[in-house]
């Protein structure tokens, strides 16, 4: 047995596999709340936007510019160490206790991934015939009950690719929340390394994992995406 199979094997094992295995649970789990709380803030970006209301439209458009031009990681150092340090010490200590590092990473993360949401979803509406709000409208259906049954569902049809390229991307970027001490995939994987010195063996592992799972996440959405156009297509 080669020495590369014996340090993979190493880390595959016992404690190591252990620290691995939960570095992966937390970073599925940083995924999913930063997704969902992006994807809600996004629907909401989009329908504030599409209001017409300029002072609303010029407040959304900043929120997109600032969350796009300034990089995710600066985005997770504001929240944890900026943002945190005006709350009142009392609250400081409490979320302290309540895993902190977690809760920013994921505001942080899903503020951002929001920013580029909205925009997919708003190119998506886009491809809509300007006609269908009229005949919503013509049936009865006030804005908000357009919006919510005839124009976001297929808007976000029309933006499900680059959806699904930036849900990639946010789960990668998850690696990020290792700098604020979120043991997810990537801290897990420098504590094996720097238990075991199988720097390769260790970083390879992680690189599979992600891999995996962004793949994964690639072919769910081609699947979904080829059977709402089945649908669509009735």
Known sequence: MSQFTQGLEKVLQGDYLDIIVRGIKMTL???ALSWVLAMVIALSLVVIRLTNNK???YVVAGYVS????IPTLVQLMLWYFGISSLFPYELQMWLIDQNA???FASVALGLCQAAYFSEDIRSGMRAIPTGQVEASRALGFGYLRSMYYIILPQGIRNALPSLINHTVLLFKNTSLAMAIGVVELTYATREVENYTFLTFQSYLVATLVYLFFSLLLMFSGALLAK????VYAR
Request: glycine letters at 6%; zero cysteines.
């Open 29 to 31: 789990e940083l995924a």
């Open 55 to 57: 002072v609303a439209g």
């Open 66 to 69: 600032y969350h796009r031009n």
């Open 101 to 103: 590092e977690f809760l």
């Open 227 to 230: 059977k709402l156009n089945k």
